[in-house]
C-alpha cells in the first residue's frame, strides 16, 4: 500500500503567513455578493480561481513551473473585478505584488511587473469619474503595489545569500575536518613511522646480541621499552593538540636512530635555530624526520650527513648520505607526499636527487622570518 499523503492548502514552510492574507479575500467577496444572478455566480467562480491561483503559486515558486501562468490568470481577474464589479477591487494587487517580487532573473521580473502596472492603471482611466469623486488613496495604494515587489525581491535574495553562506559553511566545515584527517594521518606517519622504525631496528639488535652479548641485550631491550612509551606519548600529544617539534630536538634523535641503525652520522648547524617560528620549526623538524627515517629504511647507506644553513633569509637543510639511491619519481610514498603538502603551508619547496650507486640527496628550503627577541620586548 502506499503511503498516504494529508492535503494541505499552503506548503508548510512558509508557516501562518499565506493564511494571514486570506483575510483580504472577504473585502472582494463583499462587492461580489452585493450582484445578482449570472453576475454574482462568476465573480465568486473568478474569486475561488484568485484563491485557487494563490495557493498554486505558492506550491510553485521553487520548480517555476506554471508560476507565471497562474500570476497572469491573477492579474486578469482582477482587472476585471475591478472593471466590471467594484474599483476597489484593484487593492487585490497586493497579493500578486508579493509574487512577482520571487522572480529572480532580473528581465522577467520589469517584465511581470510592467505588466501588473498596466493592469492597475486601465481600472483608473475607465474609472477617472470615481477618483475625481474622492478615491484618490486607490493612488497611494498603487504607488506601494508597485514598490513592494522591490523589497520583496530584495529580501528573497539576502535570503537566497544567507542560504548560499550556510552552504558554503558547511563545505568549509567539512574540508576542514577532512585537512585534519589528513593532517591526523600525516603526523601519525611521519611521527610513529620514526619511532617504530628505531623500534624495528632495535629488536633486530637484541636478535642478534642474545647469543654473544644477554647484557647487552637487556640494555637493548630497556631501550626499546623506553621508545615505546615515547611512542606512546606521541600519540597522545598528537591526539590532544600537537606540540612543537623543533629541529634541534630531532636532529638528536636522527643521531640516536642512524647509530642504532649502524650508519654513522655527521650533523652540521651553520643557521640560528632558537628564532625560527615555531610552526616552520615544527615543519622542518618533521621533514628531517621522514628523510632520516627514509635514509635507515631505503638507501643500505654507512655514512649519513645533515646540514643546516641559513642564507639570503632562508634556511636549507641537507640530508645526504652514501646508499644505493632511489628511483625518485617513482617512489614518492605517503611520506614525501606528506612533506610537499606541509611545505606548501609555508611556502617552502624540496627536491631529491639521486645517482644509483652514489647515494640520494635531499634538500628542503623555507623562508624564515626571524622572530626578535629584545629585552623588554613581549
Known amino acids: 500500500m502506499g503511503k498516504k499523503t494529508s492535503f494541505r492548502l499552503f506548503p508548510v514552510k512558509y508557516g501562518f503567513f499565506p493564511y494571514v492574507f486570506l483575510l483580504y479575500l472577504l473585502m472582494p467577496a463583499y462587492y461580489i455578493a452585493d450582484e445578482t444572478d449570472w453576475k454574482m455566480v462568476a465573480g465568486f467562480g473568478m474569486l475561488f480561481l484568485f484563491l485557487l491561483s494563490y495557493r498554486q503559486l505558492y506550491f510553485t515558486l521553487a520548480t517555476n513551473e506554471r508560476f507565471t501562468g497562474w500570476l497572469?490568470?491573477?492579474?486578469?481577474?482582477?482587472?476585471v473585478l475591478s472593471i466590471f464589479y467594484h474599483f476597489n477591487n484593484l487593492l487585490m494587487?497586493?497579493?500578486t505584488a508579493n509574487f512577482i517580487g520571487w522572480y529572480r532573473e532580473k528581465r522577467t521580473f520589469y517584465i511581470a511587473l510592467t505588466l501588473f502596472g498596466i493592469a492597475l492603471v486601465t481600472p483608473i482611466i475607465i474609472h477617472f469619474n470615481q477618483l475625481i469623486n474622492g478615491a484618490y488613496y486607490l493612488l497611494i495604494m498603487i504607488v506601494v503595489m508597485m514598490i513592494s515587489p522591490f523589497g520583496i525581491r530584495s529580501m528573497n535574495s539576502k535570503m537566497e545569500l544567507e542560504q548560499k553562506l550556510d552552504e558554503a559553511n558547511e563545505q568549509i566545515e567539512a574540508l576542514v575536518k577532512r585537512e585534519e584527517r589528513?593532517?591526523?594521518?600525516?603526523?601519525?606517519?611521519?611521527?610513529?613511522?620514526?619511532?617504530?622504525?628505531?623500534?624495528?631496528?632495535?629488536?633486530?639488535l637484541v636478535?642478534?646480541?642474545?647469543?654473544k652479548d644477554i647484557g647487552g641485550a637487556k640494555r637493548e631491550a630497556k631501550e626499546i621499552e623506553r621508545t615505546s612509551r615515547i611512542a606512546l606519548q606521541q600519540v597522545r600529544e598528537?591526539?590532544?593538540?600537537m606540540r612543537t617539534i623543533t629541529i634541534s630536538e630531532v636532529l638528536l634523535e636522527s643521531e640516536d636512530i642512524l647509530e642504532t641503525a649502524n650508519?654513522?652520522?655527521e650533523i652540521n648547524i651553520a643557521a640560528n635555530l632558537d628564532d625560527?617560528?615555531?610552526i616552520t620549526q615544527n615543519i622542518l623538524a618533521m621533514c628531517v624526520r621522514e628523510g632520516v627515517t627514509n635514509v635507515v629504511k631505503h638507501s643500505n647507506a654507512k655514512k649519513c650527513s645533515i646540514t643546516c644553513k641559513e642564507y639570503e633569509g632562508k634556511i636549507k637543510i641537507i640530508i645526504k648520505d652514501d646508499g644505493n639511491g632511489m628511483k625518485c619519481d617513482k617512489e614518492k610514498g605517503n611520506g614525501i607526499k606528506g612533506?610537499?603538502?606541509?611545505?606548501?603551508?609555508?611556502?617552502?619547496?624540496?627536491?631529491?636527487?639521486s645517482i644509483s650507486g652514489s647515494g640520494m640527496v635531499l634538500r628542503v628550503t623555507v623562508p624564515v622570518i626571524k622572530q626578535e627577541r629584545k629585552e623588554g620586548a613581549s
Open 72 to 79: 497572469v490568470l491573477q492579474i486578469v481577474i482582477i482587472l
Open 93 to 95: 494587487g497586493f497579493f
Open 182 to 204: 589528513m593532517r591526523i594521518a600525516r603526523d601519525l606517519h611521519d611521527t610513529l613511522g620514526h619511532t617504530l622504525s628505531l623500534i624495528t631496528l632495535k629488536s633486530q
Open 207 to 211: 636478535v642478534k646480541m642474545m647469543d
Open 238 to 241: 598528537l591526539v590532544s593538540d
Open 263 to 265: 650508519i654513522s652520522s
Open 276 to 278: 625560527i617560528p615555531s
Open 339 to 353: 612533506m610537499s603538502e606541509r611545505l606548501e603551508l609555508i611556502d617552502g619547496d624540496f627536491s631529491l636527487s
